[in-house]
């Protein structure tokens, strides 16, 4: 999929934005000691990884994502 650049920077920006909140999420859910909030946390983050994921499967694009120090591709 060919995109122009006003285009290429609101992606930039829904990227930048959801991986800031999949962040808070594994913040909140590394800090949650009730099973039933590291249960809405761990929800939160695999709901944000789904979305970053679609997003590079629609665009092309790869989205790096650090999780638990480590370093992941997806794509």
Known sequence: MKMNKPEQLIIDDIIKELAKKRDIAIYKKNQAQLKDEVSIYRLEEATFDNVL??????????????VNTVFYKYG
């Open 53 to 66: 994921f679609r997003i590079r499967e629609l665009t092309g694009r790869l989205i790096y994502l650090f």
